[in-house]
């Protein structure tokens, strides 16, 4: 037993450290000897890879933009109308465009002036620079019911999903964890949210499923993601526990996960969400070599 153990650790680990030094290496970092020329990270290409800018706010947007094209993403996740010139200027595009508080969300009647006027503006954004997706919230509870909450959160979507449909911009609801981080947050079950986008009845309207806040709250992954196919429009990636890198330091094995989204046809956006805990940028090019499938 001791022998299969210390056989499966060193896998791995061989794993792990020859995805980072080829990773590395592509980009000339972490000290391994680049090529004369750099190369991309991403050759694959089966998901399409994007990364969140509030985990690297240290790096200016220009220059990020810079090493997100060198490693062959083509997005951005999480920004809003001034950082799309940037942008534009370097040929990415904002694969998730942020709109309002997440606390303060949909699922209150008196809230939805306010957020319905936020996710308009945001739409249509989009829709000026061809981006995809704006992001929507719920908000917490406060002793809601789950179907108060779903009633109230429809309610609000069915106002704005036409003009989602005529600008072709996906309003997407995030899951997030009520346990670690968000405590309180309505939309903590994958079922709530797929009961949104059933009565809202909108290909417009689909489901944000972030892998690091689903583990946390259901687990079961892969089943769920190949189960609700039809429902998600945009995936966040982060490792649990922690939200930190997705590596053999946390329990959720990404080529895997990545594989069953490539299989159900998915041709939206994967974006990173995790927060580096060591070199931000060697991190991300691992996380994008592991999840090129």
């Known amino acids: 037993m001791a022998t299969q153990s210390n056989?499966?650790?060193?896998?791995?680990?061989?794993?792990?450290?020859?995805?980072?030094?080829?990773?590395?290496?592509?980009?000339?970092?972490?000290?391994c000897a680049g090529p004369t020329k750099s190369e991309r990270i991403v050759t694959k290409g089966r998901i399409n890879q994007s990364v969140s800018k509030w985990c690297y706010g240290k790096i200016p947007l220009d220059e990020f933009c810079v090493i997100v094209k060198k490693?062959?993403?083509?997005?951005?996740?999480?920004?809003?109308?001034?950082?799309?010139?940037?942008?534009?200027?370097?040929?990415?595009?904002?694969?998730?465009i942020n709109t309002h508080n997440l606390r303060k969300g949909l699922n209150r009647k008196e809230n939805h002036a306010e957020c319905l006027a936020s996710i308009r503006s945001a739409i249509d954004a989009?829709?000026?620079?061809?981006?995809?997706?704006?992001?929507?919230?719920?908000?917490?509870?406060?002793?809601?019911?789950?179907?108060?909450?779903?009633?109230?959160t429809v309610i609000a979507l069915k106002q704005i999903a036409g003009h989602a449909e005529a600008k072709k911009v996906t309003i997407c609801l995030e899951y997030l964890n009520s346990k670690v981080n968000h405590k309180d947050y309505m939309f903590d079950r994958t079922a709530w949210g797929v009961e949104v986008c059933k009565?809202?009845?909108?290909?417009?309207?689909?489901?944000?499923?972030?892998?690091?806040?689903?583990?946390?709250?259901?687990?079961?992954?892969?089943?769920?993601?190949?189960?609700?196919?039809?429902?998600?429009?945009h995936y966040h990636t982060g490792g649990n526990p922690g939200r930190n890198e997705i590596d053999e330091t946390q329990e959720l094995y990404y080529p895997a996960?990545?594989?069953?989204?490539?299989?159900?046809g998915f041709k939206g956006y994967v974006a990173h969400e995790f927060v580096p805990k060591r070199n931000p940028i060697e991190s991300l090019a691992y996380a994008v070599r592991v999840c090129d499938v």
């Open 7 to 31: 056989n499966q650790l060193s896998r791995r680990t061989f794993i792990h450290n020859s995805a980072f030094v080829a990773a590395a290496g592509s980009l000339g970092i972490g000290g």
């Open 71 to 96: 490693m062959g993403m083509n997005a951005i996740d999480l920004l809003g109308p001034k950082d799309f010139p940037t942008l534009k200027k370097h040929g990415l595009v904002c694969s998730m």
């Open 126 to 152: 989009a829709a000026e620079y061809n981006f995809p997706n704006v992001i929507t919230f719920p908000g917490n509870r406060a002793g809601m019911s789950d179907e108060v909450g779903i009633e109230n």
């Open 199 to 233: 009565k809202v009845g909108s290909e417009r309207v689909k489901i944000l499923y972030d892998i690091y806040h689903a583990q946390i709250m259901e687990g079961d992954i892969i089943r769920t993601i190949r189960d609700n196919k039809d429902y998600i429009a």
């Open 257 to 264: 996960i990545m594989r069953a989204i490539a299989e159900t």
